[in-house]
């Protein structure tokens, strides 16, 4: 059975610092590919970091490159994300992610393709 469960989250002032924690089980993380996505209520789901297995390198959205940093820990099957320099506008929900298919169907920012999903941490950046 596979489990995605995220903490790390709570209320931060801008230009603080926050690190989520996603501990996997029922997938090997270096295996598949590890994504974070964040919502807000009423909106759609968007792509925050991602690490492909295949090209071994970390891609970022144009709004947190810079000041997010995605990483694993394979021996922990935990993967991890630092948000320094937070804005208000980062705060949402968090959700770490699994795309299992990425190895053969190449890395992707479609949730859809993720198939196993965390339970969310909420992040809350005041000014």
């Known amino acids: 059975q596979v489990q995605l469960v995220e903490s790390g989250g709570g209320s931060v002032q801008a230009g603080g610092s926050l690190r989520l924690s996603c501990v996997v089980s029922?997938?090997?993380?270096?295996?598949?590919?590890m994504g974070w996505f964040r919502q807000d209520p009423g909106k759609e789901r968007d792509g925050v970091a991602r690490f492909n297995i295949v090209a071994g390198r970390a891609y970022y959205s144009d709004f947190v490159k810079g000041r997010f940093t995605i990483s694993q820990d394979n021996a922990q099957n935990t993967v991890y994300l630092q948000m320094n320099s937070l804005k208000p506008e980062d705060t949402a929900m968090y959700y770490c992610?699994?795309?299992?298919?990425?190895?053969?169907?190449?890395?992707?920012?479609?949730?859809?393709?993720?198939?196993?999903w965390g339970q969310g941490t909420q992040v809350t950046v005041s000014s």
């Open positions: 992610a699994a795309d299992p298919l990425c190895g053969s169907m190449g890395g992707t920012w479609d949730p859809g393709r993720f198939g196993s």
């Open positions: 029922g997938y090997t993380i270096s295996s598949v590919c």
